[in-house]
Structure formats: structure tokens, C-alpha cells
């Protein structure tokens, strides 16, 4: 079974992480254009929040 985590990162995107390897980043802010994908665009929106991590089982 694979060890799967999902990491939002402070004032970023949510990391999607499979066996230690990031898949890709989700958008938490709601300004990507680009979404569910994350695109960079929390930076210009200043978007604040905390990190956490969240393990599947």
C-alpha cells in the first residue's frame, strides 16, 4: 500500500505527497487560474494560513 499525505503548506498550496514524492500542489487560496492546480497566484493575493498534515490511511 502506498503512503499517501496530503501537506498544506504555510500560506500555500496543499502538497499531495506519494511515498515521499510530491505529485502535485493543490490550491488553497481560490486565485489560481489554473485550478485545482495551484499556479503561484497565493503570493499576489497574500493568502495566510497554517501549515498541517493530513496522513491517509
Request: one cysteine or more.
Amino acid at each position: 500500500m502506498k503512503d499517501v499525505k496530503i501537506k498544506a503548506t504555510k500560506n500555500g498550496p496543499d502538497l499531495v505527497v506519494v511515498d515521499g514524492t510530491v505529485q502535485f500542489a493543490l490550491c488553497r487560496c481560490g486565485h489560481s487560474k489554473n485550478k485545482p492546480f495551484c499556479d503561484g497566484a497565493h503570493h499576489a493575493a497574500k493568502f495566510e494560513a497554517e501549515e498541517k498534515e493530513l496522513e491517509i490511511k
